[in-house]
């Protein structure tokens, strides 16, 4: 089986992993656009601060990697085109500007996304920065050195922009996050979490600029300012994290695409095209909890993706559909750590479900437990209000709980009720927790039956 995968990251780098390792002889050819193979910027925040070995270490693999298990990786070489009937991929070598065909079985495409530009004025000024990939990685790494950057604005509150504001703020400078949404963090957590979050920001010196529609970035040359509809803050950089394009363009009229450029894929993460398969950033996977198709922009997705689709790829009608993800997150800020799986409000609101939810906060051990290493734990769970079902939630707390999270992905997958999460059977230890774990505290809260 001859199978050409398009795209170095997560998708890519599964999906080569997982046909070495169970078809014998399979011929596998990796192309990648860029440059460096396969930088991960899920550990660019890592690099910022100074945690890693090296820049060039923060990758997935290193083309040797996969050329020892007999692969082939072929980095500055872009896929232009490809002939579903022919079977054939034309490839441009960036290097050398040479164009030429290869042919293929199976064609797996995992072009990933670009971070969105805004669609104001002045995007093109110096310093108007993004965070994503090696590059983007060293200049963000040259502006935090810099003493002549002193005001910082970082455009959008989601992951990726909280990670930036946490870098700058550290390094010592003065950030202000603006996003249209009302509250920080909002399309990952519900307003119970943000609203303890929101504090730590301004307290860390990072000022929330909420609810607030960009109007234009101001500068002759470089940027100097953001206008917004609260006002103009001053900027010496801006951090774009509002949104991301697929990296489709190419694919227009050669599969169908989504209103929003994303790749169509069917149950079985097939395209359009026969015998082309799609997973990542650039599709819309089927989310478990909704059981619609949303965005869903993680690695970890991108990998189960590849997992499923080259488990199937030799049948041409696979007999078991992706069951779909739940988008399973975490992330620090300032000393806190959350995560959160399923639907939350914002999602559950998107995908047109309606939801219950119920917050509870405890201290993670027993209340004799002195105070240092006994800190506040927070959980939101939401639910179906007539069945119970559970269909999403989140943990925070400054002590690292978000393991939690995966045990509630597990819930939610496994179709649970509150009723079942809260007599789970979890262990019990003074030291670790409480008489009941956590989750089963607010299962047994959230039917009404303690606090
Ligand atoms: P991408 O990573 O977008 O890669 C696509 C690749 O395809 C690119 O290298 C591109 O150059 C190449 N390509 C595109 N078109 C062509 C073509 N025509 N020919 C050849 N090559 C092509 N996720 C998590 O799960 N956990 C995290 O902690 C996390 N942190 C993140 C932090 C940051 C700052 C960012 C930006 C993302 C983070 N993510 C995280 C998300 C994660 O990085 C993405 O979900 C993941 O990279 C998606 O992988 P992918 O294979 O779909 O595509």
């Not at 119970?192 to 109007?215: M, Q, R, S, W």
Request: glycine share 8%.
């Amino acid at each position: 089986m001859k199978v050409v995968i398009v795209g170095a990251s997560h998708g890519g780098h599964q999906s080569a992993l997982e046909l070495l390792d169970k078809y014998e002889g399979a011929d596998v050819t990796i192309y990648e656009k860029g440059d460096f193979i396969s930088f991960l910027s899920c550990g660019m925040q890592l690099f910022l601060e100074d945690k890693v070995t090296d820049v060039d270490d923060v990758r997935n693999f290193r083309p040797e990697d996969i050329e020892k298990r007999g692969g082939k990786v072929k980095a500055q070489h872009e896929v232009l085109t490809f002939d579903a009937t022919k079977k054939e991929v034309t490839v441009k070598n960036l290097a050398t500007d040479d164009v030429f065909v290869d042919t293929y079985d199976k064609l797996i495409l995992s072009s990933g996304v670009t971070p969105a530009a805004l669609p104001v004025v002045g995007t093109e000024l110096e310093n108007v920065f993004f965070m994503r990939g090696r590059a983007w990685a060293l200049k963000i790494k040259e502006k935090l050195e810099n003493k002549d950057v002193k005001n910082v604005v970082v455009i959008g509150s989601g992951y990726i922009g909280v990670e930036a504001a946490e870098v700058f703020a550290e390094a010592g400078k003065k950030v202000t996050i603006i996003d249209m949404i009302d509250d920080v963090l909002g399309n990952y957590l519900d307003k119970e979490l943000t609203d303890i979050l929101a504090p730590v920001f301004e307290k860390n010196g990072v000022a929330l600029e909420l609810g607030a529609k960009i109007t234009g970035l101001t500068g002759d040359t470089a940027v100097t300012g953001v206008e917004t509809s609260n006002g103009t803050i001053a900027a010496d950089l801006v951090i774009v994290a509002a949104g991301v394009t697929p990296n489709t363009a190419w694919l227009k009229g050669l599969v169908d695409l989504e209103e929003r450029g994303q790749i169509k894929v069917d149950d079985y993460l097939r395209t359009s095209a026969k015998d082309v398969y799609a997973v990542g950033d650039a599709i819309l996977p089927l989310n478990l909890a909704s059981q619609t198709h949303t965005p869903v922009a993680l690695a970890s997705t991108a990998r189960r993706e590849a997992r499923y689709v080259v488990r199937n790829i030799e049948n041409n009608v696979p007999t078991e559909k992706f069951r779909g993800v739940l988008g399973t997150s975490a992330l620090t800020v300032f000393g806190y750590k959350f995560a959160m799986t399923g639907l939350n409000n914002f999602s559950a609101a998107r995908s047109d479900v309606k939801i219950a939810g119920h917050f509870f906060k405890d201290t993670l051990r027993p209340t004799f437990v002195k105070n240092d290493g006994n800190t506040d734990i927070f959980v939101k769970l939401n639910f179906d209000e007539t069945t119970h079902k559970i269909l999403g939630g989140q943990v925070m707390s400054t002590y690292d709980v978000t393991a939690q999270i995966n045990t509630l992905a597990l819930a939610i997958t496994a179709g649970m009720t509150l009723e079942e999460l809260a007599e789970a059977d979890f262990f019990f230890q003074p030291g670790l927790d409480r008489q009941w774990s956590m989750l089963n505290l607010a299962a047994q809260a959230a039917l009404g039956e303690t606090k």
